[in-house]
């Protein structure tokens, strides 16, 4: 019998599942991922970095009992090059409407979420 194959001889697929733990792929990653933003009003486009978040402190953010706060998000997430932040909570709740939404928009990318994901957390 094969490591594949169960006692009644059906094929069993190899635990994705276990894998993923195992690699480390199940995680958040501490690499930042780069996304590019068209500026708003412009066609002018920027890199941004974007730190991916584990669920707990996504969930938090997402969740708040106070309410959903972008500019939290944003300052979690948006980064410099060197992982450094970028803007605090204070500066980024003081963005023209049209720059947090587009850098909110990254934040979630970067989470890895689908748009069916972002949209049950109520933020596509």
Do not use: H, W
């Amino acid at each position: 019998m094969s490591e594949n194959e169960s006692p009644t001889g059906v094929i069993v697929p190899v635990n994705a599942f276990l894998e993923a733990i195992n690699s480390g792929a199940a995680f958040a990653s501490t690499d930042l991922r780069t996304d590019t933003i068209t500026m708003p009003g412009t066609e002018d486009t920027a890199t941004v970095y974007v730190r991916e978040l584990p669920d707990k402190q996504l969930r938090d953010i997402l969740t708040d009992p106070a309410g959903y706060d972008r500019a939290r998000l944003i300052a979690e997430c948006i980064r410099k090059e060197d992982g450094k932040t970028l803007l605090t909570r204070e500066q980024a709740s003081k963005l023209k409407p049209k720059m947090a939404m587009v850098l909110e928009e990254a934040a979630m990318r970067g989470q890895s979420l689908s748009k069916d994901e972002q949209e049950k957390t109520g933020n596509a």
